[in-house]
């Protein structure tokens, strides 16, 4: 089954503790992204990325970093969360050849 | 900077009316999307509209496109409990970076 697939889904932590968001897909997209989306101000871009080694800053890329290793992996990097990165992320990915873009199941993180 | 703009926000609508959610957009775009969100799950991928005046249907939902006026619209016929959901429009732009940019989301309640 094609999909993105995101873990945890659920994850509280303290303050600067860093932690990583996994993010694998198995279509063999080239083209990744991670949101978050917070109430009233619908889905945001955060890092994206064109293909292997290729990343680059979205809408709200402060406090975050990625990395894009391999094809299929996508992990979200906050290397000392804060409580404002409480939130809920989606990673997706997409190729040129499709008409639409696939989100993961989601990943709700509580920074306490 | 391209912004994407939904109403109504919230909707509460009684089982078997009719209708429409907008979705204004502020510049040229590619492709323009229409998700389903169920609380606390993903995005579900509802239309995918390429062209000026393409139209799609499925079941009690369809969705237009008017590139002229950067409208779209989301057209509920007969509504039933079942449609209950947070409703996202978004538009991309091939320009390097293929972002997609979200409305707010319109939260629809469908009372029996």
């Known amino acids: 089954e094609a999909q993105v697939t995101q873990n945890p889904r659920y994850l509280i932590t303290v303050t600067g503790k860093k932690l990583t968001v996994t993010c694998s897909q198995n279509?063999?997209?080239?083209?990744m992204s991670w949101y978050r989306q917070d109430p009233g101000l619908g889905l945001r871009q955060i890092y994206y990325s064109m293909n292997v080694e290729v990343t680059d800053k979205g809408d709200v890329p402060e406090g975050y970093k990625v990395s894009r290793k391999e094809k299929r992996n996508f992990p979200l990097i906050l290397e000392s969360p804060s409580p404002n990165q409480t939130s809920l992320y989606f990673c997706?990915?997409?190729?040129?050849?499709?008409?639409?873009?696939?989100f993961g199941s989601g990943t709700r993180l509580t920074v306490v | 900077e391209l912004k994407v703009e939904q109403n109504p926000l919230f909707l509460s609508m009684q089982e078997g009316k009719n209708y429409t959610i907008y979705c204004n957009y502020s510049?040229?775009?590619?492709?323009l999307y229409w998700y389903r969100q169920d609380p606390g799950k993903s995005l579900e991928s509802l239309f995918v509209l390429l062209s000026n005046g393409a139209v799609k249907q499925e079941g009690r939902l369809m969705a237009s496109l008017d590139t002229k006026a950067r409208l779209s619209t989301l057209h509920i016929t007969a509504a039933v409990h079942d449609l209950s959901a947070t409703y996202f429009c978004a538009v991309d732009r091939f320009h390097g970076n293929e972002k997609l940019t979200f409305g707010t989301g319109t939260r629809l309640t469908i009372i029996p």
């Open positions: 279509m063999n997209h080239e083209y």
């Open positions: 510049t040229t775009s590619d492709r």
């Open positions: 997706a990915s997409w190729d040129r050849g499709h008409y639409g873009y696939t």
